[in-house]
């Protein structure tokens, strides 16, 4: 990428070649996937290549979450491309197939195939964890824990991230669990619908993770109203969450935080505003 291709929207989006942010421990800040059409003029100059639109995403931030992996199996070229188009310091975390997820398939299959894809992200060191999010028929009960305890057996020494959309897993049995097999708790923010969990910030491993997928209570279970993550947080309702985050960040070694409302580049907007206000509240400026 060219400097007069990056400052088309210098002006937008300044920060060049991102750090995370220092604390007690270190909170890394991103999006929810990187390639999305209505992000071009958003976010992406108009005119860049979207074989380009990684290396620009890299200028602005130095973490990203992969999402293709829970719709399809990518090829360990395409992760190989990924480290090519990003500084050695750029990481990654990515999802895990819905067949693990979701019930959709042979999930032992899926997983072997899905670790062998990502093994270039392992090699070079530059793999933070996976993620498996859970739907909200996935409830709490003896069954769905040896579950969780077979998904920590095969992913061995990757951190694995648990996002559950159901609140009949929000209770102390579950997070002692996910602590006891040193999972990463993933705390969603979501809208406020019955049956959907409420934030509840508890670190049950070394990580931190919260992921922002807006609140949308008319458009999330009916798509014919309207994209589910078409949500722009304001500047007020991430303010709010300086606490949570503080007290995420007591007692994690890196926490991560990711936009995943990317209808419009509204994740990219919103990750930039969460960060400046973390920075204004640490006196980073």
């Known amino acids: 990428m060219t400097r007069a291709e990056f400052e088309q929207t210098s002006s937008l989006f300044p920060e060049e070649f991102p750090e995370p942010i220092k604390r007690n421990g270190h909170i890394h800040i991103g999006t929810s996937g990187y390639v999305f059409q209505d992000w071009r003029g958003e976010f992406y100059p108009k005119g860049l290549s979207q074989q380009k639109w990684l290396d620009y995403y890299a200028n602005h931030f130095e973490v990203v979450e992969i999402n293709a992996t829970y719709y399809r199996l990518l090829p ?4 190989e491309t990924m480290l090519r188009k990003t500084p050695a310091t750029f990481t990654f975390w990515v999802k895990v197939p819905s067949e693990v997820t979701h019930g959709k398939g042979d999930a032992k299959k899926a997983l072997n195939l899905f670790f062998e894809s990502i093994q270039p992200l392992r090699s070079e060191g530059r793999l933070r964890g996976i993620l498996a999010q ?3 028929s996935f409830k709490y009960n003896e069954q769905k824990l040896m579950y969780l305890r077979w998904l920590k057996e095969m992913t061995h ?3 694995l991230g648990i996002e559950f959309r159901s609140d009949s897993w929000s209770k102390d049995e579950t997070y002692n669990t996910l602590m006891e097999l040193d999972l990463v708790s993933v705390v969603p923010d979501l809208p406020n619908l019955s049956g959907l969990p409420k934030v509840d910030i508890r670190v ?3 990580t931190g993770y919260i992921r922002f997928h807006g609140h949308n209570e008319h458009t999330w279970y009916n798509s014919r109203l309207g994209d589910r993550y078409d949500y722009n947080y304001s500047e007020d309702e991430l303010k709010s969450w300086v606490p949570a985050i503080l007290e995420m960040d ?3 070694a890196h926490t991560y935080l990711f936009f995943n409302n990317c209808h419009a580049g509204q994740a990219v907007k919103n ?3 969460m960060h400046r206000i ?7 400026f």
């Not at 360990?76 to 992760?79: C, T």
């Not at 973390?278 to 980073?284: I, M, T, W, Y």
């Open 76 to 79: 360990e070229s395409s992760f």
């Open 134 to 136: 859970f739907p909200p």
């Open 157 to 159: 020494e990757i951190a």
């Open 204 to 206: 049950t491993a070394e």
């Open 250 to 252: 007591e007692q994690a």
């Open 271 to 273: 990750a930039k505003m």
């Open 278 to 284: 973390l920075s204004r509240e640490f006196d980073l």
